[in-house]
């Protein structure tokens, strides 16, 4: 079963750092490219980060660019977000998603999310 | 504010069909055929049910279709269904910033 499962949310202060990982299973990994979406409380879905399946070549959001760092370990299937400099507006349900593609694309496998709360 | 335009709520019966719209730019939806529809139940993960304007994901209904003319693209369902009802998101790669970005959202309501 091809499946997502995130973990590292939590509670963080205002200019605190939190590491979301992400553990994929039954999908050949580095094949695709990854990437995070967030969800804020009661609000639409926002593009975060993508890395290609080479891991090669990275892209974010104007909004996370210089706090936000993106990383993969094909060897291990797993998918990080390092985020630092976290202000209040991040918090949401961070996604885990799989590209449909090695290179950036839409994303038709999603894990189950995980709540990053910034708050003091 | 979200790069791309969708009205915020849209209703059907059951069993009508029912047009999602979706606008951006030359920069996005009108200059690449790389926009995507999601549909989002509460509490759930987004479900990818369209890719690249038409083309449907295995296992998602053929009710579900996708076009594009210009800068807006359109999410279609047809025979709608008590559970249709959800939020759907599109998205699309967009030159401006060399990423992809969401429109922001449409509560389907089934009446």
């Known amino acids: 079963e091809v499946q997502l499962l995130e973990s590292g949310g939590g509670l963080v202060q205002p200019g605190g750092s939190l590491r979301l990982s992400c553990a994929a299973s039954?999908?050949?990994?580095?094949?695709?490219?990854m990437g995070w979406v967030r969800q804020a409380p009661g609000k639409g879905l926002e593009w975060v980060s993508v890395?290609?399946?080479?891991?090669?070549?990275?892209y974010y959001a104007d909004s996370m660019k210089g706090r936000f760092t993106i990383s993969r370990a094909d060897s291990k299937k797993t998918l990080s977000l390092q985020m630092n400099s976290l202000r209040a507006e991040d918090t949401a349900v961070y996604y885990c998603?799989?590209?449909?593609?090695?290179?950036?694309?839409?994303?038709?496998?999603w894990g189950q999310g995980t709540m990053v709360t910034v708050s003091s | 504010q979200s790069a791309l335009t969708q009205p915020a709520s849209v209703s059907g019966s059951p069993g009508q069909s029912i047009t999602l719209s979706c606008t951006g730019t030359?920069?996005?939806?009108?200059?690449?055929?790389?926009v995507s529809w999601y549909q989002q139940h509460p509490g759930k993960a987004p479900k990818l049910m369209i890719y690249?304007?038409?083309n449907r994901p295995s296992g998602v209904s053929n009710r579900f279709s996708g076009s594009k003319s210009g800068n807006t693209a359109s999410l279609t369902i047809s025979g709608l269904q008590a559970e249709d009802e959800a939020d759907y998101y599109c998205?699309?790669?967009?030159?401006?910033?060399?990423?992809?970005?969401f429109g922001g959202g449409t509560k389907l309501t089934v009446l």
């Open positions: 998603a799989k590209s449909v593609r090695i290179g950036m694309g839409p994303f038709d496998i």
């Open positions: 039954g999908f050949t990994f580095s094949s695709y490219a």
């Open positions: 890395i290609s399946g080479s891991g090669g070549t990275t």
């Open positions: 030359s920069s996005d939806v009108g200059g690449y055929n790389y």
């Open positions: 690249d304007v038409s």
């Open positions: 998205s699309s790669y967009t030159s401006s910033s060399n990423t992809w970005v």
